[in-house]
């Protein structure tokens, strides 16, 4: 079993859409979860990160944390053409760890249709 | 921009064959992180060095070395290469040990073929 687990997709959705991207995680040690977002032929570059379960919004996209069901999730308001890239979910473990090193999920690739 | 330079962007080489990949990290960034990312894996973390220092190892190959030199700048080396070894690999640095926010800022990658 992988460490996180995410559908490689592809998504395809209209412009307007909202979009839901979802990952599960195995092993609660982990305490750090991220959205890192990557255009094509780019490198990854962070889109949102979360520590505690719950929401955090950032404009058109809020992050959620469920650590009960080891569920994390990207939730994309009036999705745009622009948005169309892979999107990778992330965990790491407490500063105590004493590594910044990042797990990633296979990530998802969406597009978004004008 | 991201800040972290690679080199070289696209290499093309034979079985058997070695190459190193260059990272300067963004300045100022002391930890290095190695990663590679294939269609079938994604993205893998290989190893990650700090101040100089290995402080990280994840699914690296015997094949596959790295450091971190005084100037912080960083190499990976790929020796005796595979088919399967042709990936994307990405550099990425973080301020701190650890960073508190978790950003990792990555380089635009080297691609590498091998035929």
């Known amino acids: 079993q992988k460490e996180v687990e995410q559908d490689p997709g592809p998504l395809s959705v209209p412009e307007g859409a909202i979009v839901s991207l979802n990952c599960t995680y195995s092993n609660s040690a982990f305490q750090y979860f991220m959205w890192y977002r990557q255009y094509s032929r780019k490198g990854p570059e962070l889109l949102m990160y979360?520590?505690?379960?719950g929401n955090k919004e950032d404009g058109r996209f809020t992050a959620q944390v469920d650590k009960s069901s080891k569920y994390i999730s990207l939730f994309i308001r009036d999705s745009q053409p622009s948005d169309s890239a892979t999107y990778l979910c992330a965990k790491r473990r407490g500063i105590s760890s004493n590594t910044g090193k990042l797990i990633f999920g296979q990530g998802t690739t969406l597009q978004v249709k004008p | 921009d991201s800040g972290v330079t690679q080199t070289p962007k696209h290499l093309i080489t034979a079985t058997g064959q070695r190459v190193t990949l260059r990272c300067s990290p963004r300045?100022?960034?002391?930890?290095v992180y190695w990663y590679q990312q294939s269609l079938d894996q994604g993205l893998q973390f290989l190893i990650q060095?700090?101040?100089?220092?290995?402080?990280a190892k994840g699914n690296i190959l015997e094949r596959f070395s790295a450091q971190q030199f005084p100037d912080l700048h960083s190499e990976l080396n790929l020796s005796s290469l595979e088919l399967g070894d042709s990936a994307l690999y990405f550099c990425a640095s973080s301020s701190g040990l650890a960073g508190e926010t978790g950003e990792l800022f990555f380089g635009e990658g080297s691609r590498l073929t091998v035929l």
């Open positions: 300045s100022g960034d002391l930890s």
């Open positions: 060095y700090y101040n100089g220092e290995e402080r």
């Open positions: 979360t520590y505690s379960s």
